[in-house]
C-alpha cells in the first residue's frame, strides 16, 4: 500500500505525514524557527509501516520542501539527525 505524503504547515509548525482513512500513520513535526530555519523535533512511524521506508520518504519529502524554498534545517529529532548526519547529499540543509 503506497500512502502519499502530506503536508500541513502554519505560522510557528507544521508536518509531513501519511495517513490512511483519516489515520495518521507516520509524520515528522517540525517548528518554524524564523523566515529560514526549521527545526525537525518528532518522527513518528505507526507499527504497520514499520521496516517500509516511511520516515525516509517522511525526510525526503522535507528536504524537498526546504531546498524549493531555500529553508535550512536544525535537525533535533534523534532519528532526522542520524539519516541527515550519514547521507552527505542532505547536508546542504543544515544550518
Known amino acids: 500500500?503506497?500512502?502519499?505524503?502530506?503536508?500541513?504547515?502554519?505560522?510557528?509548525?507544521?508536518?509531513?505525514?501519511?495517513?490512511?482513512?483519516?489515520?495518521?500513520?507516520?509524520?515528522?513535526?517540525?517548528?518554524?524557527?524564523?523566515?529560514?530555519?526549521?527545526i525537525i523535533d518528532h518522527?513518528?512511524?505507526?507499527?504497520?509501516?514499520r521496516g517500509q521506508g516511511a520516515g525516509h520518504k517522511l525526510l525526503e519529502a522535507l528536504v524537498t520542501y526546504v531546498r524549493s524554498n531555500n529553508v535550512k534545517?536544525?535537525?533535533?529529532?534523534p532519528f532526522a539527525k542520524a539519516q541527515i548526519d550519514k547521507n552527505e547529499s542532505y547536508h546542504d540543509i543544515l544550518v
Open 1 to 38: 500500500m503506497e500512502l502519499e505524503i502530506k503536508h500541513e504547515a502554519s505560522a510557528s509548525k507544521g508536518r509531513f505525514y501519511m495517513e490512511n482513512n483519516n489515520n495518521t500513520l507516520a509524520e515528522m513535526t517540525y517548528s518554524v524557527a524564523g523566515s529560514d530555519k526549521i
Open 43 to 49: 518522527t513518528e512511524v505507526d507499527d504497520s509501516l
Open 73 to 77: 534545517v536544525i535537525p533535533l529529532c
